[in-house]
């Protein structure tokens, strides 16, 4: 077994790793860039050495900087995590010829599988179904076109050396191949020093789903299981869970056997995971091999008790696996949910800055930790007050539950989501909160299309579903009741000028638009420390917490019911408000005696400046084009602007027509949030 690893990776990844290495008594090294100088992989990790500046490209993905790094360190194995260099079959194969132990599977499975166009070709001559395709490398955005045409719309165009959502796009009409032809070669540029890009056809309403494999270097290989991954938003997963709610046991011995069949075909040795696409009738395609961990590994984690890092070590070791298949187990279920930095109302626009305030759920499973299932776990690289940069991938953490069943899961991530204290940087918790509570997901009624059918306009606050809205009027009402006790019991108060508690108060719901609501509240002590009976709109809330005033998260009952919240006091507008978030919902109130309401209302509403006729950077980036000159007629819909952040390229389009007045940002430029870009006349 080895004595030292190191780990060519950063955030979460880095740290997952690390924790199975210092479990098996394996010393650790971690490489980090520039940006990554104070970031939690590096403090875990026994050794640290510095590769490079921010830009993965000058960094992370430095092959031969990162050899050096394991020789001076004296690294007997290299384990390269996802992204990356992970499905670079040069990195492998020179960690080789250098003595180096790659943890993964040799440079020639990495090249007959990892390769998107080269495994398709493999499928094919294994007589395994794939999807209709060009499956050469295309050089221009006209043959693109052309091609799509061909194999007829929609079509979806990916970059052969991608993952994670990165370099790919689906077209629906000529200009939509042409113009994301080009958008996916720079991309899978950018992120993966490749951009060779293909095109097949894009199978409508169908199903993610994959199969996990493990094999070592004796000819051994067994699946472990699959994921469902269908929920996706811009073809990256955002829920995965296993097993499937979908396929049969039939069909999942089928997949299996034929994921199997191409692992053996190819020598394959470490973990693995085939990509089906999978029909309404469970008609399952080959869709790509990826030669690596995969993000969502801990959900099969959680259903067959296996550290899937350890067998990775175990086997680049030469180890042999000691299992059969009839040894796997699927033990109850397991969800994951990926935390982003993200503004779910914003259109999912990246967000960056400093985490203010970080506190994941209390955690009852634990990386590399196969004893201790049935619970929460949380596996992430950053802590409270560390950077969310622009130069990386927006995955703040990953959020994994394990239940009895699919209902226990369910409701255990929706609880778990909403004890996860974020701040400093918007996070799309409330988005997953409303997918979870969603009446097709609850029911297993979905495809890859899912999101894009039920949220297609965008998410917005009132697509947040709640069971019971008052009930966070309420928990504001009795917040707002427990921190008066505790100011009328302080000493020393002048006569005539103490805390008066007070019985009854008025709730006022804000509006951004200035329609504010108003609730009449009674509040009855009932007798108890932290216990009040809140009286609402003809319903009692009897709610106890012994949380502290200062929490964050609120855990108490309500009505005799568990529950979890975010209670916020204060906001950059104003100090007085309230910030209360359940289930994803988040209503800002003022809790207030009957006469200040009254007062309330006769305050005139401001209303905020009119800026359509400017074009705003609606997050920090790197400004790669501008698109327009000054003097220029545009029209609606006419593309202005490209910004690159977290490794993605967002376009910025008029949102009417309109003469450009100025131009007063530069390509090249460091962006702000709400930084202006372009002025009309």
Not at 177 to 182: K, Q, R, W, Y
Not at 350 to 376: C, I, Y
Request: aromatic share 8%.
């Amino acid at each position: 077994m080895f004595k030292k690893i190191l780990i060519a990776n950063r955030g979460e990844i880095a740290c997952r790793v690390m924790a199975t290495a210092k479990r098996m008594g394996i010393a650790t090294v971690a490489v980090y860039s520039e940006a990554d100088r104070n970031a939690r992989h590096v403090a875990l990790a026994d050794e640290a050495v510095h590769i490079g500046p921010a830009s993965s490209r000058e960094s992370y993905l430095k092959g031969d900087v990162i050899i050096a790094a394991a020789k001076t360190t004296g690294a007997q194995a290299i384990h390269p995590g996802y992204g990356f260099l992970s499905e670079n079959e040069d990195f492998a194969r020179t960690c080789e010829e250098n003595g180096i132990i790659f943890i993964g599977p040799k440079h020639a499975a990495i090249a007959a599988m990892g390769d998107k166009i080269a495994s398709k070709k493999l499928a094919a001559n294994a007589k395994v179904n794939t999807i209709p395709g060009f499956n050469e490398a295309i050089d221009t955005p006209e043959q693109a076109v052309e091609i799509a045409k061909g194999i007829g719309y929609p079509v979806m165009i990916k970059a052969s050396a991608g993952g994670g959502g990165k370099g790919l796009r689906v077209a629906f009409n000529d200009k939509e191949a042409h113009e994301g032809f080009a958008s996916c070669r720079n991309e899978a540029r950018n992120s993966f020093g490749d951009d060779r890009v293909f095109i097949e056809k894009f199978v409508e309403e169908p199903r993610h789903i994959e199969i996990q494999l493990l094999g070592d270097g004796h000819g051994n290989v067994v699946f472990l299981n699959e994921r469902e991954c269908s929920i996706q938003r811009r073809h990256q997963k955002v829920i995965e869970e296993a097993p499937s709610p979908f396929i049969s046991d039939e069909t999942r011995q089928a997949m299996g056997a034929q994921a199997v069949a191409l692992a053996k075909a190819v020598k394959y040795q470490s973990a693995g995971t085939v990509e089906f696409v999978v029909g309404k009738d469970q008609s399952f395609y080959f869709l790509e091999m990826n030669t690596r961990l995969q993000v969502e590994h801990p959900v099969t984690e959680a259903i067959t008790g296996l550290d899937l890092v350890e067998w990775m070590i175990r086997v680049a070791a030469g180890e042999k696996l000691p299992f059969k298949q009839a040894d796997i187990q699927r033990n109850g279920w397991a969800i994951e949910c990926r935390i982003n930095a993200e503004d779910p109302f914003r259109n999912f626009l990246p967000s960056t800055g400093r985490l203010v305030r970080f506190q994941p759920p209390a955690q009852t499973m634990f990386q590399s930790d196969t004893e201790h299932l049935q619970g929460v776990r949380v596996d992430t690289g950053v802590a409270e007050g560390g950077e969310i940069s622009m130069h990386y991938d927006s995955m703040i953490a990953k959020l994994i539950v394990h239940g009895r069943d699919r209902h226990e899961a369910i409701a255990k991530m929706r609880e778990a989501l909403n004890g996860f204290v974020i701040r400093g940087i918007s996070s799309n918790i409330p988005f997953q909160a409303a997918l979870l509570a969603h009446p097709d997901f609850v029911t297993g009624n979905f495809n890859t299309g899912f999101i894009a059918e039920h949220f297609g306009k965008g998410f917005h606050a009132e697509d947040v579903p709640h069971s019971d809205p008052d009930f966070l009027v309420a928990l504001a009402a009795f917040v707002r009741r427990k921190s008066r006790e505790r100011a009328a019991s302080l000493s020393g108060q002048l006569p005539g000028y103490d805390v008066k508690v007070g019985q009854t108060y008025t709730v006022i719901t804000l509006n951004a638009q200035g329609e504010h609501h108003f609730d009449q509240v009674e509040v009855d002590d009932a007798g108890g420390l932290g216990t009040a009976v809140i009286k609402l709109n003809g319903k009692n809330f009897a709610i106890h917490s012994n949380s502290r005033l200062n929490d964050i998260a609120i855990e108490g009952t309500v009505n005799g019911q568990p529950f979890t919240a975010q209670v916020e006091r204060g906001s950059v507008k104003n100090p007085l408000v309230l910030q209360v978030q359940h289930h994803g919902r988040r209503i800002d109130v003022l809790v207030v005696s009957p006469r200040m309401a009254e007062l309330y209302r006769k305050m005139p509403f401001k209303a905020p400046p009119d800026l359509s006729r400017f074009v705003l950077s609606p997050m920090p980036g790197l400004l790669v084009d501008v698109a327009v000159a000054p003097g220029q007629k545009v029209q609606a819909g006419e593309r202005v602007a490209v910004i690159e952040a977290m490794k993605m390229e967002n376009v910025l389009f008029a949102t009417q027509d309109g003469v450009v007045k100025s131009v007063l940002a530069s390509k090249g430029e460091s962006l702000t949030v709400d930084q202006i870009i372009v002025e009309f006349a």
